[in-house]
Nanobody, 121 residues
């Protein structure tokens, strides 16, 4: 069983910063990719940023230059540094990881429970 636990959400004023963390635990042989998604009320869940185990990162256009994703392979933890936050960044942010639990298991997709980020204008 693999668990993802997020932390770091909260309320911040426009222009402020927050840092989200997501720690993966349980039976883990390998993590291929970790990502952050977000979902605002009435909207579909969207990919915010993703990073592979070798450090290749990609971002959705609206956050490029403001958000930075990073990965600590030794701790199985990813981070999302969010600077220059805007009210439109308000959403529930979800951690997602593609994990191979054992060397003979298939890679599975796992999700965290979500953490709320609210940006006031």
């Amino acid at each position: 069983q693999v668990q993802l636990v997020e932390s770091g959400g909260g309320l911040v004023q426009s222009g402020g910063s927050l840092r989200l963390s997501c720690a993966a635990s349980g039976i883990i042989d390998r993590i291929d990719t970790m990502s952050w998604y977000r979902q605002a009320p009435g909207k579909q869940r969207e990919l915010v940023a993703s990073i592979t185990k070798d450090g290749t990162a990609l971002y959705t256009g609206s956050v490029k230059g403001r958000f930075t994703i990073s990965l600590d392979n030794a701790k199985n933890t990813e981070y999302l540094q969010m600077n220059g936050l805007k009210p439109e960044d308000t959403a529930t942010y979800y951690c997602q990881a593609d994990v191979q639990p054992t060397s003979i298991s298939a890679v599975g997709r796992y999700w965290g429970q979500g953490t709320q980020v609210t940006v006031s204008s």
